[in-house]
């Protein structure tokens, strides 16, 4: 398990920029390769909105967004 981990902190390091330039795809395929090692955290984020994750995927739009306009 601690190489999975060690992948997720790799997607962390792109994902936020610590030390390098942010790069969403070189994160993305961190948490991949955490994930298909069985870190959690990892698949956890892979499967969260990415925008909230600054990864450059929309979010999903749910039916009561419409609702919360009005």
Do not use: C
């Amino acid at each position: 398990m601690g190489n999975a981990i060690s992948m997720r902190k790799v997607g962390e390091v792109y994902q936020y920029g610590k030390g390098v330039v942010i790069d969403k795809d070189k994160a993305k395929l961190w948490y991949r390769k955490a994930s298909k090692a069985g870190d959690s955290i990892a698949t956890v984020r892979l499967n969260e909105p990415f925008e909230i994750l600054n990864l450059g995927i929309k979010p999903r739009k749910f039916l009561f967004d419409k609702h919360l306009k009005n």
